[in-house]
């Protein structure tokens, strides 16, 4: 009986799960799976180091207002492996970044992908949004 | 007992690698690695004789050892093929347990997982949570393997000594009662040529075993056993034993890993508290609703 109750939860947490990210080991919770929100902004910091490294930019929402955003990416040799660099980013920058975003609103996210200056792309790692499921992610609109 | 389960251990890993898993690889790759893709349709040299030596990476690609959301051969995905054989305590220890991954996952705040703010992961749980990039030294006395995720070493003696099954034995200069070790005590030997075999006691168990909250008791006993299967290719896989936790032992990695150039250098990964404060700060926490003072 005890089982059947235990088999039964864990089956409800896992319909909660929508996609599993390869990389990151600070947990899924907290994030979206199913959105995308992507925007222009300048770097303000690159921070290169472990568990993660992560990215702060300032970026205009919808209204034109600025908003101080924090994205994170996985630690460096897995950003390594996936192209990136400690110069891949310098403050100043003008780049175009994906986030994943958190659930609670705030202007925090993964990178899922950024446009460096140059025009390259850099893959977060994150994988692609889940195939079902989900909403359609948002894209183009800023802060959410 | 400890015989037959070894040799129960090492017959089911055996048959699991057949056929081993061939990966297919994109991107990601580490810089300078090789991978099985790159070598389509070779026919590499047999394998030395008892040698290990040499630097290891998953041979399908930098990805393949690392397990977020629990043991490979055993994720924490709700499939009822990946249950584990908890006992009653297992089970009630396992729900106690607020990992970050998993089914039972929760926000990174409410976590009580002993890992974060860079204590030690311990053994088994480096290999079922972050194999990476790892060079194997032999020594006449012992096996030493350095493990790239928060640059950890672990010994495994092959001088003939036993693993220590009371306070007493001197061979391990312990303590009465034997400290409790975050990665344990390890003895290994040749079964042929070709297979080693290690086994380890003595944890801490405040440790888990993975990253989705599995837990194991003082009790836990790991059987680890490396396959040279040719000269580029060794298969490793980890049996967890916990007669407390677990009705029946159960084979929770399986890992094929190809040799690297011996020139290959292994890069940094250092747990840094400086580091993980800032990333908390700036991240985490906000990212948990935990606002700064």
């Known amino acids: 009986m005890k089982h059947n109750f235990a088999t039964r939860y864990l089956w409800l947490f896992a319909l909660l799960l929508v996609a599993v990210p390869a990389l990151a080991h600070h947990g899924n919770a907290a994030f979206d799976p199913t959105k995308r929100v992507t925007m222009k902004g300048t770097v303000t910091q690159w921070f290169w180091a472990n568990p993660h490294c992560f990215l702060q930019f300032d970026a205009k929402d919808e209204s034109g207002n600025l908003v101080h955003w924090v994205a994170e990416t996985s630690n460096p040799p897995d950003m390594i492996n996936h192209g990136w660099s400690k110069s891949s980013l310098k403050v100043g920058d003008q780049v175009t970044v994906t986030v994943i975003p958190v659930k609670n609103g705030k202007p925090i996210g993964r990178i899922a992908a950024v446009v460096l200056p140059n025009g390259q792309t850099l893959d977060g790692g994150f994988g692609p949004l889940p195939q079902t499921g989900g909403s359609a992610g948002s894209a183009g609109g800023g802060s959410k | ?293």
Request: with cysteine; proline share 10%.
């Open chain 2, 1 to 293: 007992m400890t015989r037959r389960l070894v040799a129960s251990a090492v017959a089911i890993a055996a048959v699991s690698f057949l056929p081993v898993r061939a990966r297919t690889q994109d991107v990601p790759r580490q810089p300078g690695a090789v991978y099985d893709s790159d070598k389509k349709g070779e026919k590499p040299a047999p394998a030395p004789k008892r040698d290990l030596t040499g630097v290891w990476e998953p041979a399908g690609g930098p990805s393949g050892g690392v397990q977020a959301t629990g043991a490979g051969q055993y994720p924490s995905d709700g499939k009822p093929e990946h249950e584990l054989p908890f006992t009653p305590l297992g089970r009630e220890t396992f729900m106690a347990h607020k990992p970050t991954f998993g089914v039972t996952q929760v926000p990174s705040a409410l976590t009580n997982d002993p890992m974060p703010g860079c204590n030690p992961q311990g053994f088994p749980r480096i290999v079922l949570h972050n194999f990476r990039t790892s060079r194997i030294i032999q020594t006449p006395e012992n096996v030493v393997v350095l493990y790239e995720f928060n640059k950890k070493w672990r010994v495994i003696w092959t001088d003939g000594r036993q693993l220590p099954k009371d306070a007493t034995d001197p061979t391990w200069g312990a303590p009465d009662p034997a400290e409790s070790r975050w990665w344990g005590y390890s003895v290994g030997k040749w079964m042929d040529d070709y297979t080693f075999v290690a086994e380890s006691n003595g944890f801490d168990d405040r440790t888990w075993l993975d990253n989705a909250g599995r837990p194991h008791s003082d009790a836990l006993h790991v059987i680890e056993q490396y396959h040279r299967a040719d000269r580029d290719h060794l298969e490793m896989s980890i049996t967890i034993d916990d007669p407390k936790m677990y009705t029946k032992p159960w084979v929770a990695v399986k890992l094929r890993l190809r040799l690297q150039s011996p020139g290959f250098d292994i890069r940094e990964m250092e747990c840094a508290p400086i580091e993980t404060e800032e990333y908390n700060k700036q991240f985490a926490d906000p990212a948990a609703g935990i606002d700064a003072k």
